[in-house]
């Protein structure tokens, strides 16, 4: 008989930009730190590798994300599963990315039947041992060629969500999908919880890796066929308990831009649903963030460093400052280090009118925060003016820094504290605590730590351009190419 494989799938994309301004597009909504100040997708990881039988997870999330993934991943990943990631150049919404994962694993295979399970990275569940249990009934379900969905009970009329209606049963195990359903109004909405017939979309799905090839061959041959060019020249790279693939951003730009419940679901007549409780949140927005906090006599949450008097059925959350408010009711107040969001609480849908504004503006706002991660570490902007900026530098102990050079900006770098290794054109010395050195523009250099703690530097770059492109690699630990 042969042997199924379960290959949990996590699907980390999207802006989530209804979480202005602690979701950014360089580091979005699944990064998310919660108050047990574990995030979104360290959540999800931990729920997947639970599972009876899982020995490896595969991710698929953008490549400028991909080392963040990866230091996420490894706080949590105490059993060590090897990790698989498909990395995409853009965006192109679920049905490229399902069918990437789909013919990566059956390109791969070695005599075991590859069964998916797809999830969201940035949702919450508070029933893991509901969830292992609408799991197995998916998986027997796929094995009978089923494209499996999960359907939760919903608990109240719910404008937000995608609904499936609930067609006859299949064994003990679920029911055929009757039909998907948009978004609907409110007394639709209504309608449907009266009913009991009609379950919210989860965007969580099972199925065997061939079936769903079938069907997107019967349904969407040119995205399967789009994601398979893509894939030919797509590289694979392995590294220790880990293996990666790097989407080819030509061929995969030109993949549809669809959904795989567009794409599939909705037209297959092989799709079962799952009927479940699994105490389900998707996390949409600054309110429903907030309804996971403990909250106050007066209805209120926070996060941070907050002082809240007379107030009531508020949130607020502080990032490295005080904030305090006074005589207010039912706000939602977001502060980070340099963008600061307050808005009625009973408009945080609202708040993705915002973050499209700063986009349509150019606004660095919505692409990223002051500190941004890098595979050796992070960087703080500290003060950024039109011919000099200072960072604030952190490298990990044994880390290094591309050898590069720029050609519109030089570099002063003071020791805060630690050692830093420092090639600058021929020379290589060692920089220690209360020390600086200078990198002229257009000189090849490179900083390293060579110690044991981390390396903690100011930098000071002063010249006519100073954007994070003038950059020039001709040596990189971490695979990243010669420019950019």
Known sequence: MQTTELIPCIISGGAGTRLWPVSRQELPKPFIRMADKQSLLQKTFLRAARLPGVRRMMVITSQQVMFHTLAEYGEVNERGLD???????????????IA????DVLSRGDGRRVMLLVLPADHLLEDEVAFAEAVARAQALAEQGRLVTFGLKPS????GFGYIEQGEAVSQLGCRVA?????????TAASYLADGRFLWNSGMFCFAAETMRAELARHAPDVLASVAACLEVSPDLVGAGRRQRELDRDSFSRCADISIDYAVMERSSEVAVVPCELGWSDIGSWDSLAKEYPQDENGNASCGETLLHDTHNSFVQSCGRLVATLGVDNLLVIDTPDALLVADRTRSQEVRNIAAELKRRGHPAYLLHRTSQRPWGQYTVLEDSPHYKIKRIVVRAGASLSLQLHHHRSEHWIVVSGTALVINGEDEKLVHTNQSTFIP?????RLANPGVIELVMIEVQSGDYLGEDDIVRFDDHYGRGPAG
């Open 441 to 445: 523009a257009g000189k090849r250099h």
């Open 179 to 187: 039909r998907f359903i948009e978004k609907p109004d409110a007394a």
């Open 83 to 97: 990790l698989e990631m498909l990395l995409e150049p853009v965006g192109r919404n679920t049905a490229p990315a």
């Open 156 to 159: 109240r009329p719910e404008t």
């Open 100 to 103: 990437a994962a789909v013919l």
